[in-house]
């Protein structure tokens, strides 16, 4: 057996054990008093400022950018489809007739990949808004919590009535 596959195999194993019991690796979730737990979210100031400024400039025309690549789409089904079309009536596979259609599928793959990470950021999907508290937040989760006795704790329980999706 090849030493990969023993490793991998005991990757699995090991993860299979510490979820079926229930280990926990790092630091204990913080325990939450009775008469809150149920009602309260774990929010956190969003630090990622490159990302969200990078998104924020691109927001828009993501309708603009989303419809390019809807387009750019549909002009490679035409083309694959000519491609085939062409092979068909040929009666013979010619793969050379697929090199430019591969190569901008190719392309616009990647560009697709590369957009959605700029324009969908880390932050995009946990920012929440807090009534009555300025800034941008996103929601974390109970094991991010540190202690409230720590100075710059950036982590704190929030009513769940008063977090509201952005």
């Not at 990949?113 to 300025?134: C, D, K, M, W």
């Not at 996103?138 to 929030?158: E, G, K, R, T, Y």
């Amino acid at each position: 057996m090849k030493p990969v596959m023993l490793y991998a195999i005991i990757a699995v194993a090991a993860i299979a054990i510490v979820a079926g019991f229930g280990f926990q690796l790092g630091n204990p979730p913080p325990t939450i008093p009775e008469s809150v737990a149920g009602n309260v979210l774990f929010v956190c100031p969003a630090t990622d400022a490159t990302w969200d400024s990078i998104a924020f400039g691109l927001s828009p025309i993501n309708r603009y950018i989303v419809g390019a690549f809807f387009f750019a789409a549909v002009l490679l089904l035409f083309g694959w489809g000519w491609q085939l079309y062409q092979n068909l009536l040929s009666d013979k596979f010619k793969r050379d007739s697929f090199k430019n259609i591969w190569g901008f599928t190719k392309i616009w793959f990647w560009a697709l990949v590369i957009v959605t990470i700029l324009i969908y950021t880390p932050n995009h999907f946990r920012r929440v808004e807090i009534t009555g508290a300025p800034g941008n937040w996103v929601l974390c989760n109970a094991s991010d919590m540190c202690d409230s006795s720590v100075a710059n704790c950036p982590n704190h329980m929030v009513r769940a009535d008063a977090v509201h999706a952005h």
